[in-house]
């Protein structure tokens, strides 16, 4: 007995299980169901962004955190590639996080890496409304191709000098230091017996040098005790010489001293000198004239003065 397969059926159950089948596909590719959200940032690169495509991978430390949503040369600049980023919602992107252009492993696949700022730095937004324009810095190959211009610049330069140095007169001078280097060479060669020979006297010259400072060794031992005695001598007259320097610190304290009373003496000894004397010689006039009338009246010191006669018109006193 022959089974009777009911074909419409076969066929509508396979084509719903590959429509299931698809749209299970587009939802895991949708990101689960559509239950991530993206923001949209910007940066512009300074650099060539051979290698990169639409949809290559934006990653925050090695992280997937995004895609590249387009790429497009700026405008305003045309030295500048302005990138679209699409970029997880939540992504720690601060004004200090840096977007750099990098290769993955052999296959050259360029991605766009981010590197995070500081914990204290705020949160990137735009400024003007606009996308949030993240920050770059040159990639390893950028890096790579300047200190390699730089290097070859300097090698440049570097040939340069050497040619204008080595022109044809520089050559020939140094040619001819080469020839005159070569004939001194042989001249020492034809004098090496004569260089030998000084050699040999400077070593014996060494030699008795040597035996010289050792005989004087034992005079210079002897010189020893002169010496120190020479060392006290000199001590000795130093000290002298310290207490020459004191006596002449006390002398002229002495000086300073007889000098202050010097001053102080004429200052206020001096003025009742000169009074005493000025007495002394009213009193010498006085006794020459008591002398003079004693000579010319003894009995003056018993009866006085002698009274004078009145003159002619004057009246004799009682």
Do not use: C
Request: charged content about 20%.
């Amino acid at each position: 007995m022959e089974d009777k397969v009911n074909y419409t059926l076969v066929g509508a159950f396979v084509l719903a299980l590959g429509a299931a089948l698809v749209a299970g596909v587009l939802w895991l590719a949708a990101g689960i169901g559509g239950h991530k959200r993206y923001d949209p940032y910007q940066a512009v690169m300074n650099e060539s962004v051979a290698g990169l495509n639409i949809n290559a991978p934006v990653k925050y430390l090695g992280v997937d955190v995004g895609k590249v949503q387009s790429i497009a040369i700026d405008t305003d600049h045309p030295q500048q590639v302005r990138v679209m980023f699409e970029i997880e919602r939540g992504t720690p992107i601060t004004e200090d996080t840096l977007a750099v252009l990098k290769t993955q492993g052999l296959t050259g696949i360029a991605y766009v890496e981010l590197s995070g700022g500081r914990p204290d730095s705020p949160p990137l937004v735009a400024k003007d409304g606009s996308v949030p324009t993240i920050g770059t810095r040159p990639s390893l190959t950028a890096r790579l191709e300047a200190d390699v211009a730089t290097v070859l610049a300097g090698i440049n330069r570097t040939s340069t000098a050497i040619t204008a140095t080595l022109d044809a007169k520089n050559r020939e001078a140094l040619a001819r230091t080469l020839a005159d280097t070569a004939t001194l060479m042989h001249t020492l060669a034809a004098q090496q017996a004569t260089i030998s020979e000084g050699i040999q006297n400077t070593a014996r010259a060494a030699r008795n040098t040597a035996r010289a400072t050792e005989q004087l060794a034992p005079a210079v031992e002897q010189l020893g005790p002169a010496i120190e005695r020479i060392t006290q001598s000199a001590a000795s007259v130093q000290k002298m010489a310290d207490e020459i320097a004191r006596t002449g610190v006390d002398a002229r304290v002495a000086v300073d001293a007889a000098a202050s009373g010097v001053r102080r003496f004429n200052a206020e000894t001096l003025p009742e000198f000169d009074r005493l004397l000025a007495q002394l010689n009213q009193l010498a006039g006085s006794l020459r004239r008591l002398s003079e009338q004693t000579e010319r009246n003894p009995s003056s010191l018993l009866l006085g003065a002698p009274t004078l006669p009145p003159g002619p018109g004057e009246k004799a006193s009682p």
